[in-house]
């Protein structure tokens, strides 16, 4: 990997990391934005850029941990400039075997300049060069547990009440490992065939004829994980709507749902509208898809799907999910709930979560889930189903809030055999629902229940 570029990726990444790290920004909106301004680049650099910039964020603690073992300033106390640029240093030298380590030094030293910091240019390149040192010295042996696994130690402090060392220790593992895969495109992305648009074996030949290759999900019905593509607004298949870019475990979510043929159903905090769109391909044409979400931005993002797929079967509206509709109650024959949540189980695709949330946002999310239960299991008719799922690890989320729900309203959980494969789901399966942890399948956590009104 060359290093004289027209465009200096490290600068690029730099900017990245400032507006992640020292600004919360959403670390995926800001890399996708970087990455359409210089998609005139070639492959290698555009895959050079995501997994620096990417790398540097999963791995955050891990960097601070091994600066502030080498330098006389602690990362907190840097200017946010010199701060960021040593974690792009670090993550070179520790994690990207094909730059040279004199190479992450020597742009280092040049990248402080260039941004107005030529005094502290001596300061870089000790720093970098005792990373360089320490490296060779220990192999990177000595890290606390937090450090090696870069995870805020309040955070796995948390989870420990539920889970042991075992299990934290291979979350954090997968999602790093899904970071970098993710960064590196070697995962591919997972797709949801819509096959009452056109029969399986023609989409996947449509895929084919693009070049794109596709690898079948065990246990999660129509999805597939597609390699070989340059971008997917190039694909026939996704130009006509007959694929749709959703995660494996939230397919299931639609899969759990089953509804029934002429099914009237309501699906919450819906956008993009992957799942809505999955009922309607399930229901084949008939009944209705109410896809709602709270503002117009998302619900025109639920649109713009609705009009690729061609579905006639889903029509998409703005309503705040927290305020009850008196003309909804008892009228839908399936509600889907999947509701906003602490992410603790897509940190690998979005590592900035874990630096973002504290536990005092988790409980406000647990108490926003409550109300919004409470509000929208009024809307399913007796003997219907409500589906409610979200993207985390954190049982007071998931199970208490469905063992809330049953002691509150007349809901009961169904088991989730006829539509899930205990087997590869796990013994819950049968008891009605199901927590996916990162790694266990498809790299994400994820949160299922099934809940009839009874």
């Not at 999660?220 to 597609?226: D, E, K, T």
């Not at 399948?441 to 299922?448: L, Q």
Request: aromatic share 8%.
């Amino acid at each position: 990997m060359t290093t004289d570029y027209t465009v200096n990726l490290r600068a690029v990444a730099l900017d990245i990391l400032l507006e992640v790290l020292e600004k919360g920004a959403f670390g995926h909106l800001v890399l996708r934005q970087a990455l359409n301004k210089y998609g005139y680049l070639e492959k290698s650099e555009r895959a050079f850029l995501s997994r620096l910039a990417q790398g540097c964020i999963a791995r955050k603690i891990e960097l601070d941990y091994r600066i502030d073992q080498v330098s006389s300033v602690k990362t907190k106390k840097m200017k946010a400039v010199i701060r960021n640029i040593l974690r792009l240093t670090a993550y070179q030298i520790w994690h990207m075997d094909q730059v040279p380590d004199h190479a992450a030094c020597s742009e280092a030293v040049k990248l402080a300049g260039r941004r107005g910091f030529a005094p502290l240019k001596g300061f870089v390149n000790g720093v970098a060069r005792s990373l360089v040192r320490k490296k060779q010295e220990n192999h990177g042996q000595d890290l606390p547990f937090y450090a090696k696994y870069s995870v805020p130690e309040w955070l796995d402090g948390y989870l420990s009440q539920f889970y042991d060392e075992e299990v934290r220790r291979g979350v954090w593992e997968s999602c790093l490992k899904e970071n970098e895969w993710s960064a590196e495109k070697k995962k591919g992305i997972s797709v949801r065939l819509n096959i009452s648009r056109r029969p399986e074996k023609e989409i996947l030949d449509c895929l084919q004829a693009d070049g794109v290759t596709a690898e079948k999900i065990e246990g999660i019905h129509q999805a597939y994980v597609i390699r070989g593509y340059d971008t997917l607004e190039g694909l026939e298949a996704f130009q006509k709507g007959y694929i749709q870019v959703q995660d494996g475990s939230s397919i299931l979510a639609g899969q759990a749902a089953a509804p029934k043929e002429g099914a009237f159903c309501i699906d919450v905090c819906a956008a993009p509208g992957g799942k809505s769109i999955h009922l309607a391909d399930l229901l084949a044409g008939s009944g209705m898809v109410e896809s709602r979400d709270l503002t117009p931005q998302k619900v025109s993002m639920i649109e713009e799907n609705i009009r690729r797929c061609g579905f006639s079967n889903i029509r998409a509206s703005v309503a705040d999910a927290s305020a009850d509709r008196p003309e909804d109650h008892e009228k839908a024959d399936l509600v889907m709930a999947d509701l906003p949540c602490s992410g603790l189980g897509v940190i690998g695709r979005k590592p900035d979560i874990k630096y973002q949330m504290t536990k005092e946002k988790m409980d406000s999310l647990a108490a926003l889930q409550r109300t919004i239960l409470s509000v929208v299991q009024g809307y399913v008719k007796p003997g219907g189903t409500l589906i409610y799922s979200t993207c985390t690890i954190n049982p007071a989320e998931n199970e208490k809030n469905v063992e809330w729900l049953q002691k509150t309203y007349p809901f009961r959980l169904e088991s989730l055999s006829p539509y899930l494969d205990e087997k590869i789901f796990g013994e819950t399966v049968r008891k009605g629902y199901v927590q996916l942890m990162p790694g266990s399948y498809e790299g994400t956590g994820f949160f299922i229940a099934r809940l009839k009104r009874i």
